[in-house]
């Protein structure tokens, strides 16, 4: 395997005496994107402008295409890096006169600058708008402009903190789509910062979990949301506490887990005695008007506690001795005629469950009844 872009070693940022960040390895890979996802106050924007060489740490080292950053390496590899600030700054003058700008003032001749002017205007769809002041452009449009400055500079490494942040959901999509498309394209190396699941989902080749400055875990969002180690990562990756038990039996990989007074089936490398703390996706979550025949192996009476709106779907609350809770369609709660107080079964297959270390281990709340 090639020689990571980017690497970071037992890294230490301290602000007024306070450590901030505590990074023991991280890694960037040539031509990826990778997403820095954490909830407000984790050190994410911290640690970018860290590798973006604009903050200096109080120890630890970090190497760009394999050498280790000296004290006079940080001017010569700051040419290569765009630092995206999450919001749009603008100059005087019209929407091609600020992408020109930063070429400019890296004094690339007019062939070049006209030539990628030209590529970047289609790539982000803004030939209608270069003659365009930015203070008459709406939201959305502005921070397209925004991300094509950054691009039009052709960085080998570019970090954005949050740049969807702030726009309606329409214009966020859009925006997401086209830079998940450009980025495709152009093939530059990225971190992206945000605390928000779907866009670190959507966008990352690789995601870095980062908790109380500390990345926790790194991997696909596949590998992260199918092992998240962790009911904190379990947490941010949108899974839900089931319930807390113990391994009662364990036969190649099959658990059989006892709590709250039921018998529940997972898959897991625990053993028989270990306490576990089960996680799942309220989307995977089957209800059914009458236990079914099929292959489910965990089946729970339920009783409806609340339904609410949850963006495209309702959210259903249910008590089957621990809370539960499912996404489900309207057209499927009218259905089944659910309502609080109803009576519901409440599927969840084996493999749909997520197993990791009980509360002895984690100090995990004990999920409600």
């Given amino acids: 395997m090639a020689?990571?872009?980017?690497?970071?070693?037992?890294?230490?940022?301290?602000?007024?005496?306070?450590?901030?960040?505590?990074?023991?390895?991280?890694?960037?890979?040539?031509?990826?994107?990778?997403?820095?996802?954490?909830?407000?106050g984790s050190?994410?924007?911290?640690?970018?402008?860290?590798?973006?060489?604009?903050?200096?740490?109080?120890?630890?080292?970090?190497?760009?295409?394999?050498?280790?950053?000296?004290?006079?390496?940080?001017?010569?590899?700051?040419?290569?890096?765009v630092y995206l600030l999450q919001k749009p700054v603008f100059f005087r003058g019209t929407v091609r006169d600020n992408l020109l700008l930063g070429l400019r003032f890296r004094r690339l001749d007019r062939e070049t600058q006209q030539a990628r002017l030209e590529k970047i205007a289609g790539l982000f769809n803004l030939h209608s708008l270069l003659n365009s002041s930015p203070d008459e452009l709406s939201g959305g449009e502005r921070q397209r402009v925004h991300l094509a400055r950054a691009f039009i500079l052709e960085p080998e490494f570019l970090y954005l903190d949050e740049p969807?942040?702030?726009?309606?959901?329409?214009?966020?999509?859009?925006?997401?789509?086209?830079?998940?498309?450009?980025?495709?394209?152009?093939?530059?190396?990225?971190?992206?910062v945000t605390h928000i699941r779907q866009e670190a989902v959507y966008l990352a080749d690789r995601m870095a979990v980062m908790l109380g400055g500390r990345i926790v875990r790194v991997g696909t969002p596949e590998e992260i949301s199918s092992a998240p180690d962790s009911p904190e990562v379990s947490r941010l990756m949108g899974q839900e506490a089931l319930v807390e038990g113990v391994v009662e039996k364990a036969d190649n990989g099959l658990l059989e887990i006892r709590g709250h007074g039921q018998t529940i089936y997972a898959f897991g490398g625990q053993k028989a005695g270990d306490r576990v703390v089960l996680t799942f996706r309220p989307e995977e979550v089957i209800l059914a008007p009458?236990?079914?025949?099929?292959?489910?192996?965990?089946?729970?009476?339920?009783?409806?506690?609340?339904?609410?709106?949850?963006?495209?779907?309702?959210?259903?609350?249910?008590?089957?001795?621990?809370?539960?809770?499912?996404?489900?369609?309207?057209?499927?709660?009218?259905?089944?005629?659910?309502?609080?107080?109803?009576?519901?079964?409440?599927?969840?297959?084996?493999?749909?469950?997520?197993?990791?270390?009980?509360?002895?281990?984690?100090?995990?709340?004990?999920?409600?009844?």
């Fill in 3 to 40: 020689r990571p872009e980017l690497e970071v070693r037992d890294l230490v940022v301290q602000v007024a005496g306070r450590k901030i960040l505590e990074v023991s390895y991280f890694d960037l890979r040539k031509g990826e994107c990778l997403t820095l996802f954490g909830p407000n």
């Fill in 43 to 81: 050190g994410k924007s911290s640690f970018l402008r860290t590798i973006s060489l604009l903050q200096k740490p109080e120890s630890g080292e970090i190497y760009y295409q394999g050498q280790a950053v000296g004290p006079g390496d940080r001017k010569r590899l700051q040419q290569k890096i």
């Fill in 164 to 192: 969807f942040n702030g726009l309606d959901v329409r214009f966020r999509e859009e925006l997401m789509s086209d830079f998940h498309r450009i980025r495709k394209v152009t093939g530059v190396t990225a971190v992206l």
């Fill in 290 to 369: 009458a236990r079914p025949a099929s292959s489910v192996r965990n089946w729970f009476e339920a009783e409806v506690s609340e339904i609410r709106p949850y963006d495209r779907m309702l959210l259903v609350l249910m008590d089957c001795g621990f809370r539960l809770k499912a996404f489900v369609s309207r057209s499927s709660v009218e259905e089944l005629g659910l309502r609080p107080g109803s009576k519901v079964w409440a599927g969840i297959k084996a493999t749909a469950l997520t197993t990791g270390p009980g509360l002895q281990e984690t100090g995990f709340p004990e999920n409600e009844k």
